[in-house]
């Protein structure tokens, strides 16, 4: 039983639980009663600190991912007079896509210049444009492709999704 009262001078603060697992019946830990005062509580009294000057925070050298790499073109193969399959890094969309903005012209075979048609998915990564004769000669000498900036042409999943083919200017055929 924990006493109410302050203890008399030079007695000791024993506390006294009945149940025996947690009685000390002899403890080495003692307290003088003169370290307590009659009217306050025990205080904790903390050392002043050193003042320390406040450095400014380190800050963590944030590693920038690099920009990922855009939809890349990887072959390009043409049928004369037919049609053109592209084949890109990963899966694409062609619902946006505007066939007007592929051009080929073949210096090598008809001597004639293309404009895209229509589109079809061959594959995940893969699209064949339909192409249509514009009965202008080609300026070439071989077979080269072209492609607006706005052709279209997204990326579905990979490094960057919705990420938009920039097109291509005078790609020799075929490719690589």
């Known amino acids: 039983m924990l006493n109410e009262e302050w203890p008399e001078r030079g007695s000791v603060i024993s506390l006294l639980i009945p149940h025996s697992a947690f009685r000390v019946p002899h403890s080495s830990f003692r307290i003088p009663h003169s370290s307590f005062s009659p009217s306050l509580p025990p205080m904790l009294l903390f050392p002043p600190t050193e003042f320390r000057k406040r450095r400014g925070r380190r800050r ?24 053109v ?55 070439v000498p071989d077979v080269r492709l072209t492609a607006a900036a706005n ?6 999943d990979g490094p960057i999704p919705g990420g938009a083919w920039t097109g291509i200017t005078n790609l020799v055929l075929p490719f690589p």
């Open 60 to 83: 963590r050298d944030v590693q920038s991912a690099s920009p990922p790499v855009a939809l890349t073109l990887i072959a390009a193969e043409y049928f004369p007079g037919m049609a």
């Open 151 to 156: 052709v279209g042409i997204i990326a579905t």
């Open 85 to 139: 399959t592209l084949t890109f890094d990963q899966p694409i969309d062609i619902d946006a896509i505007v066939p007007s903005a592929i051009v080929v012209q073949d210096g090598e075979f008809t001597q004639t210049r293309y404009v895209g048609n229509g589109a079809d998915l061959t594959g995940p990564t893969s699209v064949e444009i339909s192409l249509v004769n514009t009965t202008e000669e080609s300026p």
